[in-house]
């Protein structure tokens, strides 16, 4: 196969065809390929992780195909962006199905608990959070903004569909976040690394706007 420009990984979890679109749309001038051979996620210049599902299904499929390894080294030295479960999955441990994530970050993926389901109104929140809903920026202990959130306005609004979020052991790398009732970390950042809880790819232009500043991003 030729040159690689953006690897988006399949490992036969959720339907990639929107996030390869939203890429194609952002970056056609870009080769993007939806992948489940490692070698193309290793020779890849970039590498997008998304996924939709249970944890413990995920987990299984990425070791079925033989991606475990192509994954965590693309997350360690290429630009590297987690979407959804892309974002879980990167984590120690996941409630959901007491599974064992990659363990690049310490932290654990936590289940929304019906009993703090209740707005500001005394409204009960459905789970799973579904919908549109305001991302704030954080700096992840830095001095600037991330260069992902470049043209997005602190508290525009994404899409959203899980039940479960991350709760990193350390907060520094929490690069966006969102309320629900209370706060949950939406978005991280380390190094070559993103990644996100919300869908970008579902995101109309705040979310193409990120995943066109991932395209460019030079970490």
Known sequence: MSKIDIAVVDYGMGNLRSVSQALEHVAPSKVVVVTSNPEDVASAE???????????????ELDTRGLREAVLQAAQNKPFLGICIGLQMLFEHSEEGDAKGLGLFKGEVKRFAAKDMIDSHGEKLKVPHMGWNQVYQATSGQS????????????????????????????????????????????????????????PEKSANAGLQLLSNFVSWAP
């Open 46 to 60: 970039r590498v997008v992780f998304p996924g939709q599902g249970a944890m413990p299904d995920c987990i299984r």
């Open 144 to 199: 600037q903004l991330h260069a992902l959130w470049q043209g997005i306005e602190s508290g525009e609004r994404f899409y959203y569909v899980h039940s479960y979020y991350v709760k990193p052991a350390d907060e520094g790398i929490t690069s966006g976040y969102s309320e629900y009732p209370y706060r949950f970390t939406s978005a991280i950042a380390a190094d070559n690394l993103f990644a996100v809880q919300f869908h």
